[in-house]
């Protein structure tokens, strides 16, 4: 993959808080500076603003106002508004704009878990040799959140996964915009990071796929241009037949999202592309950092018997999950 193409995903490094296009640190967090459009993403300069502007431009809006809520404490007559903006104060968060930032801080600090289960929904929806997206295909990921109150409040604890979903119709949702309007508002975005990247001729990028995170009962919406690879299995790599990669799929769907409902954030210590190891999410210095857990990946085989929510169907170790989706 050319050096450009490795910028659009965020770099792994041990800082919370990173630029949004090129993942530099945050230990000087002072040099980073919010879009001024939505005050949620941050830059750590010019250049890279503009750069990421093809695919911010079509999520970019207006600094959110505060709710107000009705005043009147009946709730009888409450609006769904009304409705949300209870719920989300009885959270800690008093504005959308507080809630959004704290669910794009916890969509960074899971980065490689959630980019790691979008392309393994992928995979599962169009089979293991998928090797292109089209990019005019109505599909995107729909994340379902919701908050996580049982773990010491950290930006990596904040909420839980529900459920992970590959939509393919894209009709309406419920109360809230249908997927086909979801889709439809970020098609700039999309087109512009889809064309950019495959001008680079890098046979192994597939597409852009939007991924949705939807946080339940407070009315806020986050969505992503998330670039999909395919990255070759290496020549040490044990075969894997096919009903066994289906199961391993789901297995790492569930590992996934099983450390992420644990505060576990996923990341290699070293290379992008380089097993990941968990950590925790801590404060230090007045900065949130992440720290492993172990250093050895092998370490994976022993810790995955303590986490009480992952049951494996597919019975591969977890280096050989991870092996199947390889990131670079």
Avoid at 54 to 69: I, L, M, N, Q, Y
Avoid at 116 to 132: D, F, P, W
Avoid at 241 to 266: K, R, V
Wanted: aromatic share 8%; proline share 6%.
């Amino acid at each position: 993959m050319s050096e450009e193409a490795r910028n659009i995903s965020p770099s792994m490094n041990h800082d919370l808080l990173c630029c949004h296009y090129c993942g530099e640190a945050s230990r000087a967090y002072a040099k980073l500076k919010r879009c001024s459009g939505c005050e949620l993403v941050m830059y750590c300069s010019k250049e890279c603003q503009r750069r990421a502007w093809p695919e911010h431009k079509a999520v970019c809006r207006s600094k959110p106002t505060e709710d107000s809520g009705s005043g009147s404490g009946d709730e009888a007559h409450d609006t769904r508004e009304d409705g949300r903006a209870r719920f989300r104060k009885s959270l800690g968060y008093p504005t959308v704009a507080s809630l959004s930032r704290a669910l794009n801080t916890w969509i960074h600090a899971h980065r490689w878990s959630l980019m790691t289960t979008t392309k393994a929904a992928v995979l599962l929806a169009h089979g293991l040799g998928c090797r292109h997206l089209d990019p005019r295909t109505p599909q995107l990921i729909v994340y379902t959140l919701s908050p996580n109150t049982s773990l010491a409040p950290t930006p990596a604890t904040a909420f839980g996964v529900d459920s992970t979903t590959f939509v393919a119709e894209l009709e309406a949702t419920g109360d809230g915009p249908s997927y086909r309007e979801l889709w439809e508002k970020v098609a700039g975005g999309r087109a512009a990071l889809d064309a950019s990247l495959r001008a680079l001729g890098d046979p192994s990028f597939m597409g852009v796929i939007p991924a949705v995170y939807a946080l339940k009962d407070a009315g806020v919406v986050a969505h992503i241009q998330e670039p999909v690879w395919w990255v070759p299995p290496s020549s040490s790599q044990e075969p894997v037949d096919e009903g066994t990669a289906f199961w391993g799929l789901q297995d790492l769907l569930e590992l996934c999202n099983c450390s992420i409902n644990c505060g576990l954030s996923l990341r290699p210590l070293f290379e992008a592309n380089a097993m990941p190891v968990p950590g925790v999410v801590k404060k230090e210095r007045k900065m949130w950092v992440w720290e492993p857990l172990f250093a050895d990946a092998d370490d994976w085989d022993a810790f995955v018997t303590s986490l009480s929510c992952y049951k494996s169907m597919s019975g591969l170790r977890p280096r050989a999950l991870f092996a199947l989706v390889a990131l670079s």
